[in-house]
């Protein structure tokens, strides 16, 4: 299989967490999220490296927990933007060897080596696969309160990261969307705008996005599952 090297947008603040601080430091079973998330790639023998960014106030903490927890694959820590696209963007400025590129929530601790495996092996061979599962609730589309539309979930898919990509495809969408002005949403926004497909890699539901403090609670009864 190809190898792969995975950037971490780090540099959050917590604030639908209600933390007050970086909820990637929050703990999970007595190890903060973001070291559970590092871990993942840090096993996986196809990861040839990471790419951080991060607040530079908080990179002296980050760099304590990666020696603390024995992670030793961050070959960069890049200072984080205003938005997740610029942070991207500085984390593929630092990245100069090629091959595919993997952009990975760093608040997502729970995604299988299996699905990052295949994200691989599709972006490789097409230029772009996203990490995604199909919509289970019922979708609505509402105006002013009213329900003015009932869309067909069975094209629906919720996104999740890893998202995959050839770096000089990534690159050259990073780049045209700062020339352009255009803020996407994630990376795959990015790369559609150059008109190149992006295809869905099947996920799982517990990889889920530690964003409120419910997630918290998921995550604990998930890491015990695994356990």
Known sequence: METYTVMLPAAGSGRRMGAGFNKLFLELAGKPILMHTLDVFERDHNCEGMILSVKPEERPTIEQMLQAYGIT??????????????????????????????????????????????????????????????????????????????????????????????????????????????????ESMIVEQLGVPVRIVESTYDNVKMTTSEDLLFGEVLLKRRQ
Not at 127 to 154: F, H, L, M, N, Y
Not at 160 to 183: H, I, N, V
């Open 73 to 186: 694959k961050v070959k960069a820590m890049v200072p984080g933007g205003a938005e997740r696209q610029q942070s991207v963007a500085a984390c593929i400025q630092a990245h100069q060897d090629g091959g595919v590129v993997l952009v990975h929530d760093a608040a997502r601790p729970f995604i299988h080596q299996d699905v990052i495996r295949k994200l691989v092996e599709v972006a490789s061979e097409y230029g772009a696969a996203i990490a995604g599962v199909p919509v289970k609730d019922t979708i609505k589309v509402t105006v002013d309160g009213v329900v003015e539309q009932t869309v067909d979930r069975s094209k629906l898919w919720s996104i999740q990261t890893p998202q995959a990509f050839r770096y000089e495809l990534l690159k050259e969408a990073s780049e045209k969307a700062e020339a352009d002005g255009f803020l996407g949403t994630d």
